[in-house]
């Protein structure tokens, strides 16, 4: 039976290695894809129907999707009971679902006008992550203030918290209206995935 100690480091490895390997996976193949821009196209093109090795990308999404949920259950286990209770993990177990339905079912070719249900579903699906990443960063910094573990991250995982939001709905009406909605979307994916990034290498080096 695997100790505590060896399981929590495999988990934290499971979702550096996704988001390290979904980023990678994103540049390499909009790279490769004719005409992509990382500025102006979103992400999901490059695992929609039909795309250049897009299976590659939204096998990542589903695994680290259902590490972060994992990881989101852990987190209830680990931090004191503190303030807001199991909602900050549980919001961040919520996001991984979102993350983990992204992969699952891909959209349609250019992503906008979904089609398939297919389609629908990833862009019902991932909806949720709007609402889940902010909060559940801001809800866990209360519980990781208590911890003597987590306390020196708290601050940081709650000003992240609550620049998502903004930068979210920002990238998601302003950017567009430039032309650049990839970069829209990206920057608030570097919080998304940077923080749950941090918390992880955190656990891998002090389970």
Not at 26 to 32: A, K, S
Not at 170 to 182: E, H, N, Q
Not at 192 to 205: D, E, S
């Amino acid at each position: 039976m695997l100790k505590q100690s060896t399981f929590l480091k495999l988990i934290s490895l499971s979702i550096i290695l996704g988001v390290v390997g979904y980023l990678v996976l994103v540049i390499y193949l909009g790279n490769l894809k004719p005409g992509y821009s990382h500025l102006t196209d979103l992400v999901s093109e490059l695992g929609e129907k039909g795309s250049f090795r897009g299976y590659w990308l939204n096998a990542v999404l589903m695994w680290s999707g259902s590490s972060l949920i994992l990881f989101g259950v852990l987190l209830n286990r680990l931090l004191p009971p503190g303030r807001f209770g199991k909602w900050g993990p549980v919001f961040i177990s919520a996001f991984g679902g979102s993350v983990l339905a992204g992969g699952l079912f891909p959209c349609d070719p250019g992503c906008i006008a979904p089609v398939s249900l297919s389609g629908h579903l990833h862009a019902i699906l991932g909806l949720p992550a709007m609402l889940t990443v902010p909060l559940g960063f801001i809800l866990v910094s209360f519980r990781m203030k208590e911890s003597s573990h987590w306390h020196n991250l708290a601050l940081f995982i709650r000003v992240s918290g609550f620049l998502t939001l903004p930068l979210m709905i920002i990238g998601s009406s302003v950017f567009p209206a430039l032309g650049l909605m990839g970069l829209g979307q990206r920057i608030p994916l570097l919080f998304q995935l940077g923080v749950p990034l941090i918390m992880a290498v955190r656990l891998y080096k002090h389970p």
